[in-house]
């Protein structure tokens, strides 16, 4: 099979967005935000990785 697409020249290539966050991701940004400060207590670097971390988990849906 990659044989085949390697002789077809395929490619998979990132695919790039322009577009303005969705409000879900809003939503799940400010939702991340505020669980880590006020239940974490995170500052600095933690509250960035916190944030990161809850907010994927939200837009996801992993989080369920």
Aim: charged share 25%.
């Amino acid at each position: 099979m990659f044989a085949g697409l390697a002789l077809f020249g395929c490619s998979i290539a990132p695919v790039v967005s322009t577009q303005e966050p969705s409000a879900r991701y809003q939503d799940c940004e400010r939702a991340a935000r505020d669980y880590c400060e006020e239940s974490v207590q995170a500052s600095g670097s933690e509250l960035d990785k916190c944030v990161a971390e809850a907010r994927f988990k939200c837009v996801s849906g992993s989080s369920r």
